[in-house]
């Protein structure tokens, strides 16, 4: 095991998709990664994810473009690591009425001005023969598409230079003199390495404070609703998008309904929802009720369709909703890639490029400052 | 809002509905069947006879029967608990039954073990078989084999022998003769298994111990198995296999109790006597959630007599009625007593070099051997991580067939098996949206 | 003996005794495959009896997945084996 651990250049604490994502661009850069995990791949937030990689739901601004990075990414991921049911559906946003209409307008041009591709539907029944009738219109982004995220983990960690070390829980860094990170502590024994990067999704928070860093990542919970196996009748991801404003002034905002879609397996997904609950994991009726009839509303003939399924993941909940990527504030090769919240799959491409660009010393392909750990003890 | 919510009408649902009904309570019994005995009394309709089916039925017309109800979850609000429920399947709808208090009195099913043709038309549970024979009076035609472990294969294959079912044999994969002698005292207590030996050796049905259906053969139903001498931890003997031309197969090896319920309530399991989880109780069947109660074969697998003495237990409770003592020493006795049973009738990870790459594991998805195998070496480690990568136990039946084998292939600790299944039963997603408050 | 009530099965007539289950009567009437899994197209039949396993999903009078072996026959019931939706 000794002989195994020695010459890590980067260890990467944590098999989700952002880890995996991390670990498997710092391996094509030639490091040599080993990922521990405290369970299995997948086993935290990414294995509860829907896989929506989506541009729709982004205001311009650093995260759109880290979105739209990351879409290109995962297009070529999807050539050159396939088998994790990549599929280039699209996303269709639809509103009933013109109010939502025009807000919904305003911002496809805010976004087509930021680079993404839109195309207005004017009728949402020709993309999605059976979404319900007697909606104002509706705005469709190719560029969003669908994975499935545990798939996506374990390819993107199946690399010659990638080691992966399930059971093994992560319990504080071991440091040189200097003060530079030199490997950590765990369950296990312990590593020794060039670089750590914490990729603990919605954990990162309580792991960072055991590096003596404060993150302020807490866990938001999301709850998921899986149908039986239908035929293919829903044809992209679909969701409601309506105008809501704020009666006293010139604040506005778009709540959007739950995202239905269908899966290359059968099952349609329905999520989900967004509650500050800590980590508890009993689901509330309220939660399935909420989805499934927000579901219901957009397609009616899924009435009938059973559902067979739900299950509760907890988001890295992050408090200015930005990523947190790049380099620890206090501690020299330390790194951080977490706080995406529900987008982490999205994300993760770009995620991992941009940190392993940052690790082995080039200039990250986009700016990484909006996303910088400091950020949260500079407000302070 | 009654007293007491009974979720299962057999032996220990219907034994705690009539202590409560006794001391004057209210009580509810919710049950996905039409009748009330469950898997242990199941019976043709309007085939009443013998003393303890009308003793049933005594109970069932002093309680309110809610027939054709499948709960999909049991929701906590404040003090009580609304039982939310699906009724029926040509037509579902919504119900719900609030109680102060809720006995799980959910059963067990058959532990499946997956071996190569396993999902064969013609191979299906011993349970299956059973209640096929006993709830439908139907005995498979052509030529039957029995196998697994456990007592219960017992009366399955002498019911089917009875009933004039060609049985070519029972193959017992463990060999319990020595253990079980020494427990002959008890053994009288379960004296029908001595009677159902009787009656194969009547009907001329081997009984072979040691040994195992290790494949199922055919193209679209099952046309013969094969069978194994099995060595001490059930890897086949070499040379062993021979096949055995039949049409149905029986299989069980043991029971896996339906615990999703009492997980969603958050009640605390245990290891039981197998190793895998069962829900902890008190000895008066309290769970660790207050005003949830557990009796019967999801406090450990222990037969109809051990159930009825709890679900006895658990209605004295419900009623905060000091029950009398020879029902606690009962309890104490028959738990003693399965526990002895199930470890007698162990499962041996042998089995799982009966499977080849391309046998069926999960059979909802159709993820065979080599599709679990393959998500372990991708870094799955438990059922659960199993199923992200391969699907195994996504889909309808929710892993209650597989989780056990998936569990057992990767090596997962056995109290990780998954039963966590906030949606216990399928409902339309139009039902869902519009629940009601509790 | 009561008179057997009819039934249809992929268009074809069966007879059940009264009370017993779509899943009793067919495997009374020799009929084993009650559906096919979706992709790979292994049939499938009655399996575990009492309603968990899922494998004798049939299509009801045009209603999909109904778990044949804990479904009464009632006359005149039309039973599809190939799995509408289960496509």
């Known amino acids: ?380 | 809002m009654y007293d007491l919510v009974v979720i299962g009408a057999g032996p220990a649902g219907m034994a705690a509905a009539e202590v409560v009904a006794d001391h004057g309570g209210t009580v509810a019994v919710v049950d996905a069947g039409d009748q009330p005995g469950g898997q242990f009394h199941r019976h043709r309709p309007g085939e009443v006879h013998g003393r303890r089916l009308e003793a049933l039925y005594a109970v069932a017309a002093r309680v309110d029967m809610r027939y054709g109800h499948r709960v999909w979850t049991v929701e906590r609000a404040g003090d009580r608990f609304a039982v939310r429920c699906v009724v029926g399947q040509r037509e579902p709808a919504s119900a719900v039954v609030s109680g102060r208090a809720v006995l799980l009195a959910t059963g067990a099913h058959d532990r499946v073990v997956p071996f190569p043709g396993a999902d064969l038309p013609g191979v299906m549970t011993a349970g299956g078989a059973q209640a096929l024979l006993k709830g439908g009076g139907v005995v498979p035609s052509g030529r039957i084999v029995v196998a697994g472990t456990g007592v219960f294969l017992l009366p399955v294959a002498a019911g089917l022998a009875a009933a004039g079912g060609r049985v070519r044999g029972v193959y017992e994969a463990n060999r319990p003769g020595r253990r079980l002698s020494s427990m002959a005292g008890e053994w009288g207590r379960i004296a029908e298994a001595g009677g159902y030996a009787s009656r194969l050796v009547r009907h001329r049905v081997g009984f072979h111990r040691g040994q195992a259906v290790v494949a199922a053969h055919g193209r679209d139903r099952l046309t013969a198995v094969t069978v194994a001498r099995l060595t001490a931890n059930w890897r086949v003997v070499p040379g062993s296999r021979r096949r055995i031309e039949c049409d149905v197969l029986a299989v069980g090896y043991g029971f896996t109790p339906q615990l999703e319920l009492a997980e969603a309530l958050g009640c605390r399991l245990e290891p039981g006597a197998s190793g895998d989880p069962v829900v902890a109780v008190s000895a008066t069947q309290r769970t660790s959630v207050p005003g949830v109660y557990a009796a019967g074969e999801v406090t450990g697998v222990g037969g109809a007599s051990s159930a009825e003495l709890e679900g006895r237990l658990a209605g004295h409770a419900v009623m905060g009625v000091r029950p009398p003592g020879r029902l606690l020493t009962g309890r104490a006795q028959a738990r003693r007593f399965a526990y002895r049973l199930e470890t007698a009738f162990p499962v041996r990870d042998g089995w799982r070099s009966w499977l080849t790459d391309d046998t069926v594991v999960c059979r909802c998805e159709s993820v065979t051997w080599s599709g679990v195998r393959g998500a372990a070496s991708a870094g799955a480690v438990d059922a659960r991580t199993v199923k992200l990568l391969s699907r195994a136990g996504m889909g309808y039946c929710q892993g209650r067939v597989c989780g056990y084998a998936v569990n057992r292939l990767v090596g997962g600790d056995p109290m990780s098996v998954p039963v966590r299944r906030p949606i216990a039963q399928p409902l339309p997603l139009g039902l869902l949206a519009e629940e009601g408050e509790p | ?87």
């Open chain 1, 1 to 380: 095991m000794a002989e195994e651990r020695y010459g890590i250049d980067l260890l990467v604490v944590g098999a989700g998709v952002v880890g995996a994502a991390v670990a498997h661009y710092a391996a094509r850069a030639g490091l040599r990664v080993t990922v521990v995990e405290q369970a299995g791949v997948a086993s935290g937030s990414t294995g509860a994810g829907e896989g929506n990689l989506l541009v729709s739901d982004k205001t311009p601004g650093p995260e759109l473009d880290l979105a739209l990075l990351s879409m290109r990414l995962w297009t070529e991921l999807a050539q050159t690591v396939p088998g994790f049911e990549y599929e280039a559906k699209g996303g269709l946003v639809v509103t009933g009425d013109d109010t939502g209409l025009a807000a919904l307008r305003r911002l496809a041009g805010a976004q087509r001005a930021a680079g993404v591709t839109v195309t207005e539907v004017a009728d949402p029944t020709d993309c999605e023969p059976h979404i319900r009738t007697g909606l104002a219109g509706g705005v469709l982004y190719p560029q969003d598409a669908q994975l499935m995220p545990a798939l996506a983990a374990a390819r993107l960690l199946d690399h010659p230079f990638i080691r992966l070390h399930t059971g093994v829980t992560v319990t504080g860094p071991i440091t040189s003199r200097r003060g530079r990170v030199v490997g950590v502590t765990t369950t296990e024994g312990h590593y020794s390495c060039g670089n750590v990067a914490i990729c603990a999704g919605a954990a990162s928070g309580r792991l960072a404070a055991a590096f003596g860093t404060r993150l302020p990542i807490t866990p938001r919970r999301g709850v998921v609703l899986v149908t039986a196996p239908v035929p293919p009748m829903i044809r992209h991801k679909v969701y409601t998008a309506d105008y809501v404003g704020d009666v006293a002034g010139d604040t506005a905002a778009l709540a959007s309904s739950p995202v239905v879609e269908g899966t290359p397996s059968g099952p349609v997904l329905i999520g989900a929802t967004r509650e500050s609950v800590g980590w508890d994991r009993a689901i509330p009726v309220t939660a399935l009720r909420t989805l499934a009839s927000g579901a219901v509303a957009l397609f009616p003939a899924l009435a009938a369709v059973p559902v067979i399924r739900a299950y509760a993941g907890f988001r890295p909940f992050s408090p200015d909703h930005l990523p947190v990527i790049g380099p620890d504030p206090e501690l020299v090769g330390l790194w951080h890639a977490t706080g995406h919240e529900g987008a982490g799959v999205g994300l993760a491409a770009a995620t991992g490029s941009l940190l392993a660009q940052a690790v082995t010393g080039r200039t990250p392909s986009l700016d990484l400052t909006p996303f910088r750990p400091h950020r949260f003890q500079e407000a302070t």
């Open chain 3, 1 to 87: 003996m009561n008179e057997p009530i009819r039934f249809l099965c992929d268009g074809e007539p069966v007879d059940a005794e009264p009370g017993q289950t779509i899943a009793a009567a067919l495997t009374a009437a020799d009929v084993w495959t009650l559906r096919r899994t979706r992709g790979t197209g292994r049939p499938r039949g009655v399996f575990c009896g009492m309603g968990v396993c899922f494998d004798c999903l049939v299509t009801l009078n045009g209603r999909p997945d109904v778990r044949s072996c804990v479904e009464r026959v009632v006359a005149g019931d039309e039973v599809v084996t190939t799995g509408v939706r289960d496509v």
